[in-house]
C-alpha cells in the first residue's frame, strides 16, 4: 500500500466533479491510488453529486470540501484539474508533482436553466458515468496525458 500513486483532483469549488473523481478513485482503485480531492474556492458538497454516487454504490457523503491549502503539504505524483478554470488557477505544487488536465462539464453550470429535477439528475449522472470511465483507465492514462 505504500507505493500507491498519490493524486489530487482539483476543482474550481471542490463541491461536485473532483468529489465524484476522488469517490471513484477510492472505490475502483483504493489498491494503487491514494486519493484526494480540494477546490480553489471550497463551497461545500453538492448533494446531488452525494445522490447520483449512492445510486451507483459510492458514498461520498463523508466527504468534505477542502481548500488546496489542506492538502498542499502532501506529496502528489499527480494533480489532476478536472475543471477548467481550476487548470488555469492551478499552482505550482512542491516536488515532482505533475499537473494534468482533464477537464469535465460542470453539472452545476450545464443545469442551472432546468427545473425538473429528474434531468438535472440526468446531466449529474452523465458526468458521474464520464469521470468513472476516465478513474477506470487509472493509473495508465496518465502516462499518456502527461506527455501532452
Given at each position: 500500500?505504500?507505493?500507491?500513486l498519490?493524486?489530487?483532483?482539483?476543482?474550481?469549488?471542490?463541491?461536485?466533479?473532483?468529489?465524484?473523481?476522488?469517490?471513484?478513485?477510492?472505490?475502483?482503485?483504493?489498491?494503487?491510488?491514494?486519493?484526494?480531492?480540494?477546490?480553489?474556492?471550497?463551497?461545500?458538497?453538492?448533494?446531488?453529486?452525494?445522490?447520483?454516487?449512492?445510486?451507483?454504490?459510492?458514498?461520498?457523503?463523508?466527504?468534505?470540501?477542502?481548500?488546496?491549502?489542506?492538502?498542499?503539504?502532501?506529496?502528489?505524483?499527480?494533480?489532476?484539474?478536472?475543471?477548467d478554470?481550476?487548470?488555469?488557477?492551478?499552482?505550482?505544487f512542491?516536488?515532482?508533482?505533475q499537473?494534468?488536465?482533464?477537464?469535465?462539464?460542470?453539472?452545476?453550470?450545464?443545469?442551472?436553466?432546468?427545473?425538473?429535477?429528474?434531468?438535472?439528475?440526468?446531466?449529474?449522472?452523465?458526468?458521474?458515468?464520464?469521470?468513472?470511465?476516465?478513474?477506470?483507465g487509472?493509473?495508465?492514462?496518465?502516462?499518456?496525458?502527461?506527455?501532452?
Amino acid at each position: 500500500m505504500a507505493d500507491r500513486l498519490k493524486i489530487l483532483f482539483l476543482c474550481t469549488g471542490n463541491s461536485c466533479r473532483s468529489q465524484m473523481a476522488e469517490g471513484w478513485a477510492r472505490h475502483l482503485k483504493g489498491d494503487q491510488i491514494e486519493a484526494h480531492s480540494a477546490g480553489i474556492q471550497p463551497q461545500g458538497l453538492n448533494p446531488r453529486a452525494v445522490a447520483v454516487m449512492a445510486e451507483a454504490g459510492v458514498d461520498i457523503s463523508g466527504h468534505t470540501s477542502k481548500p488546496l491549502a489542506e492538502v498542499m503539504s502532501i506529496p502528489f505524483d499527480y494533480v489532476i484539474t478536472v475543471c477548467d478554470d481550476a487548470h488555469e488557477a492551478c499552482p505550482v505544487f512542491p516536488g515532482k508533482a505533475q499537473v494534468v488536465h482533464v477537464g469535465f462539464p460542470d453539472p452545476p453550470r450545464l443545469t442551472r436553466h432546468l427545473q425538473d429535477e429528474e434531468a438535472i439528475l440526468q446531466v449529474y449522472r452523465q458526468v458521474r458515468d464520464a469521470i468513472r470511465d476516465f478513474v477506470q483507465g487509472l493509473p495508465d492514462n496518465l502516462c499518456n496525458l502527461a506527455r501532452k
